[in-house]
């Protein structure tokens, strides 16, 4: 099983005709993933990879009812894509977009509440289940399949944590990327009730990072869990001091609560098996899953 995507899941793109949409849109294929359509407003009719092209997102969803919508656009024109997703009704939307206004994203988290769509992003790196689809811009030749899902802020730390799963013998279940933002389409808590309920997904690990508060809700909210499933947490800048801002619009620590070590605190607290340094993820997802294992014979 897996969360979000699947070999079936049905994707469009819109922006499939930008330098990142086409390499990715041809990336994507290869892999197996079920695209079926791309937005180009600037063209009518045609094909590219032999994927047809539509005007609109409304017309795109009209023919070929997708389950998701990965956006490849510049930033100024992100949201209004987003916007006609969600206006469309498309169930997931993943935006793979930087640098999108803060006060655009504070408009459609507003638009979302009321609506039929689910937002990944902005700035996110995508989805991947590992062997049925790629959704976005993440190498897909890191991705075995394995039974840990694995939820990230932080792309970078995300890889390296894939390469030592792989030397563990480990692979992945769903792989999402929520994004770089203060503010994103979804939260950590919403992406771990998805693996709560896979019953593949044995393990969880979660690359939170510096700024905002998402680690922080995340700790509450597995605290109250009953069928809690083994929570591994690595908080990336555990060196940065208070207000610092560090290479994305998210990572910005203001006060203490936004620090690595309060969020590390809060979360092992809450039951979570903290990963001090990244070259230690491997081995604590590899000993927590043997340990489970154990628990499951007795």
Request: proline share 4%; net charge positive.
């Amino acid at each position: 099983m897996s969360i979000l995507g699947d070999e079936k899941t049905r994707v469009i793109c819109q922006g499939i005709l930008t330098p990142e949409g086409l390499k990715h849109t041809e990336q994507a294929l290869a892999y197996g993933t079920n695209i079926v359509g791309g937005v180009a407003k600037e063209k009518k009719g045609g094909q590219i990879f032999g994927v047809p092209l539509y005007h609109s997102v409304k017309e795109a969803v009209k023919e070929q009812n997708p389950d998701v919508s990965v956006i490849y656009t510049t930033p100024l024109q992100a949201a209004e894509e987003i916007m006609d997703a969600i206006r469309a009704q498309v169930p997931l939307i993943v935006c793979t977009t930087e640098r999108v206004p803060v006060q655009d994203i504070l408009k459609i988290r507003s638009v979302l509440k009321n609506s039929k769509s689910r937002l990944i992003g902005p700035a996110s790196q995508g989805i991947i289940t590992a062997g049925a689809c790629k959704i976005g811009t993440m190498p897909a030749h890191l991705f075995q399949k394995g039974n840990v899902g694995i939820m990230s802020r932080s792309s970078s730390v995300m890889y390296e944590a894939l390469q030592q799963l792989h030397n563990k013998g480990l692979g992945v279940t769903t792989c999402v990327a929520l994004g770089a933002y203060p503010i994103l389409g979804t939260s950590f808590n919403d992406i771990l009730d998805l693996f709560l309920k896979d019953k593949q997904t044995e393990a969880i690990l979660l690359i939170g990072e510096i700024g905002g508060s998402f680690e922080q809700d995340l700790a509450e909210y597995y605290l109250q869990k009953t069928n809690k499933k083994p929570l591994i947490s690595y908080v990336v800048g555990s060196f940065v001091p208070l207000k610092t801002y560090m290479g994305n619009i998210g990572a910005i620590v203001s006060k203490k609560t936004e620090t690595a070590s309060f969020k590390k605190e809060i979360l092992k607290k809450s039951g979570s098996i903290i990963v001090d340094s990244p070259v230690q993820i491997g081995d604590a997802v590899f000993k927590t899953l043997i340990q489970q294992t154990s628990k499951s014979k007795k």
